[in-house]
Structure formats: C-alpha cells, structure tokens
C-alpha cells in the first residue's frame, strides 16, 4: 500500500477512534450526571448531589432545606398567631 494511502487510512482510524472516546466519555459522564429533584440543576461530580430516597437533591437546595426546618417552629408560632389575629378580629367584627 503506498505511503499516502496509509496515511488517510491511519487518519480514518484515528478520527473513528477518537469519536468512539468521545462517545464512551459522554456516556460516562452521563453515568454520574443527576439532575435535582427541586431545582432541576444538573449536577456532576463537581455539583454535590445528595441520594435521598432515589432522588438526587443538590447541595445548595438541601440548605435551603435545612434551613427552612430549623425555621419551622418559628414559622409555625407565626401561623398560629395569625390564625388567633384572625379569630379576635372575626369575633369583634360579629359583635
Ligand atoms: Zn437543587
């Protein structure tokens, strides 16, 4: 085969070669990518996911998460007096 000829054959191979890299990159990439279950982000290695019952729930809205539980008492006091507000006020409009 003459030199030339092998040449494109190699550069052939080579370019099939590296689309099936591509390929097997994308599809391991694909392996660890999740996509939040509150945000809809998209996260990779580099984006922390937590598992939580086979949902995946990236970091930043496991904060908010967080923080929304160690603000529930307060926010549960604060609906329970509005709800009383409420009450008073019906009662004194009834009268
Ligand atoms: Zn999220």
Redesign the pocket.
């Known amino acids: 085969m003459p030199a030339e000829r092998r040449a494109n054959r190699d550069e052939t191979l080579n370019s099939i070669i590296e689309g099936r890299k591509m390929e097997a990159y994308v599809e391991h990439m694909t392996k660890e990518m999740h996509t939040?279950?509150?945000?809809?982000?998209v996260g990779y290695r580099n984006r922390p996911m937590k598992n939580i019952g086979g949902r995946y729930?990236?970091f930043?809205?496991l904060k908010q998460l967080k923080e929304s539980f160690t603000s529930l008492d307060k926010w549960e006091a604060e609906q329970q007096l509005e709800k009383e507000m409420r009450k008073k006020i019906d009662d004194s409009l009834k009268m």
């Open positions: 939040c279950w509150i945000c809809e982000k729930i990236c930043e809205c």
